[in-house]
């Protein structure tokens, strides 16, 4: 569901709105909803950015991995609650509040992050049985 919403932009925003569209291929009302909702977000969830990639759009920590993946380790690691952040935040060289601002946009929006770890684990076992495949035929 969507709603109508009007705004007023500066003719220098609307403008660069409009070139960026154009160098991402995208419609302007998409790109504007996008950015709103990105901004939106990373104003709840400091620490928090988006970056774009080979599987699109994605929240990451501002100096490190995106946070599936910091889910992904956490997940992995023997130890729970604060020792488990501690042991990530060494793992990933950022500082352990680094890794508390991931858990909180994860504790938002997990959804997201699930869909994002599914496809990695997807990637990750065509790209295990592709290697197998070809090592039974150089074997």
Known sequence: MSEVFSIRLRDSSAERLRSYATEVGEPV???????IDEGLRMAAHPGIVFRSGPSGRRAALLRGPDVWEVVALLRSLDARGDAAVEEAAGWLGTPAAAIRHALGYYGEFPEEIEAEITANERATEGARASWSHQQSVIG
Request: proline residues 0%; charged residues 30%; hydrophobic residues 45%.
């Open 29 to 35: 009302s998409r790109l504007a909803q996008r950015l």
